[in-house]
C-alpha cells in the first residue's frame, strides 16, 4: 500500500512540473489590455514647447491615452529651454513617476538628470527626437525620419520631372533645415539632400546661395521667424536681381511658414515656387489649399501616442518588448521594429518606426479628413485632438 501511495505522490509531482513549464512557455510579450500592470501608476510627459502646434498634439493624444489606461499623467512644458527641460524632468523624478516620456529639446543635454531617473528604476522613452549620450533611454518611438526627407527630395523629382540624362534644363533650389539640437534634423536633411544630390552634380539643381551644408541651412529651434530672416538674407543677396527660385526645400512647416512669408514679400519673381514641409500644421494646410505651399510629409501623431502607451504598459508589467509587440498588438497602421540603425553614441537603441505620407492639395481629403485627423473648418483642415 505504501509502495502505491509513493507512485501516486510523483506521479503526481511530476504531473505538476509539467504543467508549470507549459504555462512559462506560453508567456507573451504583448500588451495587457487594461492598466493591471502598474495600478494607479503616473506617466511623466516631457514635451518641448507650446510654440510649435505639433508638439500640443503630441501632447493631448498621449496624455489621453494614458488616462484611458488608468494612468495619470504629469504633462509639462519647457518652453524650448534645454535647462529648463532638465528642472522638468527633476521634477517628475521627484514625484515619483513610474515611466517617462520624452521629447527632449537638446539631445545632447539630458544625461545627467537622466542617470537620476536610472537610479531611481524610471524607465525612459525617447519620443520622436533620439536622447544622446546615455544608457537610460529603454526604446525609441518616432517615425522613420529618413524618410521623411527622402519624400520631400523625391517630391522634388517627380514634380520637375528631373531626369539625369536630360541636362538641358536647370532649375535652383535653396534648403532649409531643423534645429541642430534636434538629433531627427540631421536625418531629414539626409534624406532629402541624397536624393537630390545627383541632380546638383548633373548640374541639374542649382544652388545660388551655394548653401548646402547642414550648419549653414539650420534653423535654431525650428523657429518661424530664424527661417524668415534667413530667406530673405538669401533673396537679397541672390535673387534680387530677378534670378528665378524653383525650389525652396524645408525640413518641416514650422521653417516652411517662415520661408513662404519671405517669398511673399521680398521674392520679385511670379512663379510659383515649390515649397516643402512636414506634420501637416493647420497654417500650413490653409496655404496647401492656397496654393502657396506645396507638400507636407504628415505623420499620424494620434498612431505615434497609440505605440508609445502600449510600449509603456508592456514595460510596466514587467516585459521586455520587441517587435512581437507591432504582430501582437493589432494596429491597424504600419510600424516597423528596429534595433539596430538609432545609435545615441552610448549604444544601440530598439525602435518602433512609423511610416509617413506625402499630403497635397489635392489628397488631403483622403489622407486627413476622411481618416479621421481632421475635419473641415470650411476651407481649411482643422486638426482633431
Known amino acids: 500500500m505504501k509502495k502505491v501511495l509513493i507512485l501516486v505522490l510523483v506521479l503526481a509531482m511530476a504531473l505538476a512540473l509539467v504543467a508549470c513549464g507549459t504555462t512559462k512557455t506560453e508567456t507573451s510579450t504583448a500588451p495587457e489590455e487594461s492598466a493591471a500592470a502598474v495600478t494607479g501608476g503616473k506617466i511623466g510627459v516631457a514635451m518641448p514647447t507650446k510654440s510649435l502646434e505639433r508638439w500640443n498634439r503630441d501632447g493631448s493624444f498621449l496624455e489621453k491615452s494614458f488616462q484611458e489606461k488608468g494612468y495619470e499623467v504629469e504633462l509639462v512644458y519647457s518652453d524650448n529651454d534645454a535647462t529648463k527641460q532638465v528642472a522638468d524632468i527633476e521634477n517628475l523624478i521627484a514625484d515619483k513617476v513610474n515611466l517617462l516620456v520624452i521629447v527632449a529639446v537638446d539631445g545632447e543635454s539630458l544625461s545627467t538628470v537622466l542617470q537620476t531617473a536610472v537610479e531611481a528604476n524610471i524607465p525612459v522613452i525617447s519620443y520622436d527626437r533620439l536622447i544622446m549620450n546615455t544608457d537610460a ?230 489622407e486627413l479628413v476622411d481618416t479621421g485627423y481632421y475635419t473641415m473648418d470650411g476651407n481649411y483642415p482643422k486638426a482633431v485632438g
Open 137 to 366: 533611454v529603454a526604446y525609441y518611438v518616432s517615425f522613420d525620419n529618413y524618410t521623411v526627407g527622402t519624400l520631400q527630395g523625391q517630391y522634388v523629382v517627380d514634380t520637375l520631372g528631373l531626369d539625369l540624362k536630360d541636362t538641358s534644363k536647370s532649375y535652383n533650389i535653396e534648403f532649409t533645415a531643423g534645429d541642430p539640437a534636434d538629433n531627427n534634423a540631421g536625418f531629414f536633411f539626409n534624406g532629402a539632400f541624397d536624393v537630390l544630390k545627383p541632380y546638383i552634380d548633373a548640374g541639374i539643381l542649382k544652388v545660388p546661395s551655394g548653401q548646402m551644408k547642414f550648419e549653414e541651412v539650420a534653423t535654431t529651434q525650428w523657429k518661424t521667424e530664424n527661417a524668415l530672416n534667413r530667406m530673405q538674407n538669401i533673396l537679397a543677396s541672390y535673387y534680387a536681381d530677378g534670378t528665378v527660385l524653383d525650389v525652396a526645400l524645408c525640413s518641416n512647416d514650422s521653417t516652411a511658414l517662415g520661408v513662404t512669408q519671405a517669398i511673399g514679400s521680398d521674392y520679385k519673381g511670379t512663379n510659383t515656387v515649390i515649397i516643402t514641409g512636414q506634420d501637416g500644421d493647420e497654417a500650413n494646410l490653409a496655404n496647401m489649399v492656397d496654393g502657396k505651399q506645396s507638400m507636407t510629409v504628415y505623420k499620424a501623431v494620434a498612431n505615434e501616442a497609440v505605440v508609445t502607451v502600449d510600449l509603456a504598459v508592456a514595460m510596466l508589467s514587467g516585459k521586455t518588448p520587441d517587435a512581437s509587440l507591432i504582430t501582437d498588438s493589432g494596429w491597424s497602421f504600419d510600424c516597423t521594429y528596429d534595433a539596430e540603425s538609432y545609435d545615441n553614441n552610448n549604444g544601440k537603441v530598439p525602435s518602433y518606426l512609423l511610416v509617413p505620407i506625402v499630403v497635397t492639395k489635392d489628397n488631403i481629403q483622403k
